[in-house]
């Protein structure tokens, strides 16, 4: 019962009271599903002068992996400097921001008086990792959910299959295979949330130690480091499709990244619980 309470405490202050953060989360996606429309008529008019393309009606699959594609691995060269993948970035710089300070700032308002009637420190970091979840999902839905309205409206297709050629010509890689759809699902629906949380709660768990804005500096330093380095030991490189070996050759294993995702979060929760037993909730005067 009071787990519950707790929960339903963050979730209304935590995620309920911050509807602007969500307004700004629309905004943003918007953006991104203008450049796709935009990408995509500017595809369809270079196949009327090139008979080798095909024209395309995309799918929401195209756009929504359009949206979270990442990009594909650097390879450092005199005449190719590094790029990161804006699109990609800015849409878990506004993420990580958004769940950066609630936790931290709880304990600084009514949170904590909750905190000290309910006596219990361990629910009080568990309902943390729960809000910091639904923060995350609440995120992906919004992004997923307004990819599909755009799409409806746009007429495109209602589907999750992908156009290869199409997406290689978009987004500058190059993409293999044909048996897309599970694959698809996993990687865009599960592992990168599952990702992005595990990354979130890091966050939360380093911020029991350092500043909040050293906290997220880290985090997107991880993400920054992940999109330079091509390698299985950054997790970010699971949360981009275009480094998914479904998608293409020598890419990272999905699987993997789940086990690794979901290895984080476990260890994140577990040092946030130690942790939080002997940290001090008073403000220091």
Known sequence: ????RLVLYDIQQGLLKKWKWC???LLMNFGFCLAFLIKTVAYNKGAAFDHKISPVTPTFGDAVFYIFAGMSEYVPMPDQPFKMPFIWLLLYIVLFWMTLEYANND???SGQQL???TKGRTLWWLSKCVWNFFCVLVFFILVWGET???CILQG???SLSLH???LSSIIGSSLDGSGYLFPLLLCLFVITPLVMYALSMLQMVLTLWLKPIVSYAITIGILILSAYIFSPSFIGNYAMPVRNAAFVEGGVNGTVGLWFAAALIVISVIIGVFRFRKYDILPVE
């Open 115 to 117: 905190l000290i009637r």
């Open 164 to 166: 290869a050629t199409f």
């Open 156 to 158: 495109f297709k209602v």
């Open 148 to 150: 599909l309205l755009f």
């Open 23 to 25: 307004i700004g989360i």
């Open 107 to 109: 304990l600084t308002s």
């Open 1 to 4: 019962m009071r787990f519950t």
